[in-house]
């Protein structure tokens, strides 16, 4: 089992260009989350999926879109990238809700020019 | 919503010596307290962690205590070794996916 993977690994963006950040489980888990990770605030929740089919805002959802196209796949889009999101991106899936141990992703770093 | 503080952020011992990391939550609902250790370009993954039913647990040199009524709870790390050099982060969360990490600790074991 390759568990969680995310591509790319890293991205260089315009300010102002858009692109999507892929990620992929084959765990069979039901929720799938994106954070992001700055220095020296911890990880911080962008969007996240119960089960397929619905998604909800976490805490910083502003400038993200996503989608969860099935059950192993859910992408997160930034479609007018600005320098703010700069980042760590990390993907993440738990077999459901609640207290369950998170499966990160490798993460993707992406700089915004 | 869930607010997740977490102390020091950086601690330096000595291999051999005992290292102490401690969060405070704010939802008295939070039931879910895991910790993460990550290494340096490296993914988080979860070393402990303990439910709101449980005042401690332990696995081997790690433990985590919790207190429900202060709104706390601990890492302890006991005969550090250098390989647990790395950043932990401690997270609490409800029985949504609402999931509060704190800002994370630098640990550094000196040989």
């Known amino acids: 089992n390759a568990g969680v993977t995310q591509t790319p690994k890293f991205q260089v963006l315009k300010t102002g260009q858009s692109m999507t950040l892929q990620c992929a489980q084959d765990?069979?888990?039901?929720?799938m989350y994106w954070y992001r990770q700055d220095p020296g605030m911890g990880l911080r929740l962008i969007y996240y999926?119960?089960?397929?089919?619905?998604?909800d805002k976490g805490e910083v959802p502003n400038g993200y879109n996503v989608s969860r196209l099935n059950k192993r796949e859910f992408s997160l889009r930034l479609e007018s990238a600005a320098p703010s999101q700069t980042s760590v991106y990390f993907c993440?899936?738990?077999?459901?809700?609640?207290?369950?141990?998170?499966?990160f992703g490798p993460g993707t770093r992406l700089t915004v020019t | 919503g869930e607010n997740v503080e977490q102390h020091p952020s950086t601690l330096s011992v000595q291999e051999g010596d005992s290292a102490v990391i401690k969060c405070t939550y704010s939802?008295?609902?939070?039931?879910?307290f895991p910790w993460y250790k990550q290494e340096l370009g490296k993914r988080p993954q979860l070393i402990i962690d303990?439910?709101?039913?449980?005042g401690e647990k332990k696995d081997q040199r790690i433990a985590v205590t919790l207190n429900k009524t202060a709104k706390h709870f601990s890492l302890h790390i006991t005969e550090t070794q250098p390989e647990d050099s790395a950043v932990y982060f401690c997270?609490?969360?409800?029985?949504?996916?609402?999931?509060?990490f704190g800002a994370g600790t630098r640990l550094t074991v000196k040989p």
């Open positions: 765990m069979n888990h039901n929720s």
């Open positions: 939802d008295s609902a939070s039931n879910y």
């Open positions: 997270a609490a969360s409800t029985n949504n996916n609402d999931m509060r």
């Open positions: 999926s119960a089960s397929e089919g619905t998604t």
């Open positions: 993440a899936s738990t077999p459901s809700t609640g207290g369950y141990e998170q499966y």
């Open positions: 303990i439910r709101s039913n449980v």
